[in-house]
């Protein structure tokens, strides 16, 4: 069982930064493909990035390319996801995931461990 706790969010202007932390408790955190998604409100939830458990490669969904960052230190057990250029359309909760596998997949139902997610609102 892993175990995670998302936290940084808040509110910030257009054009602004957040950086998320989740932190991972329970089983080897390091063997865990790692993954952010996104759920505004009245949609469904949507891919934002993901980390193999060595760090690389990472991926990320297309609307947050070039802006957002994944990244994680395993003897922290901790993933970031560090938010650049905010738009108003980034507003949503953010949930942290983990697979029991070292691979990772932009597919939510193919993550076993979620987060209780952190809002994130980015005003105009």
């Known amino acids: 069982q892993v175990q995670l706790v998302e936290s940084g969010g808040g509110l910030v202007q257009a054009g602004g930064s957040l950086r998320l932390s989740c932190a991972a408790s329970g089983r080897t955190f390091a063997n865990n493909g790692m993954a952010w998604f996104r759920q505004a409100p009245g949609k469904e939830r949507e891919f934002v990035a993901a980390?193999?458990?060595?760090?690389?490669?990472?991926y990320y969904g297309d609307s947050v390319k070039g802006r957002f960052t994944i990244s994680r230190d395993n003897l922290k057990n901790t993933v970031y996801l560090q938010m650049n250029s905010l738009k108003p359309e980034d507003t949503a909760v953010y949930y942290c995931a983990a697979r029991r596998s070292t691979l990772v997949t932009n597919k939510e139902g193919e993550y076993d461990y979620w987060g209780q997610g952190t809002q994130v609102t980015v005003s105009s």
């Open positions: 980390i193999r458990w060595s760090g690389v490669p990472t």
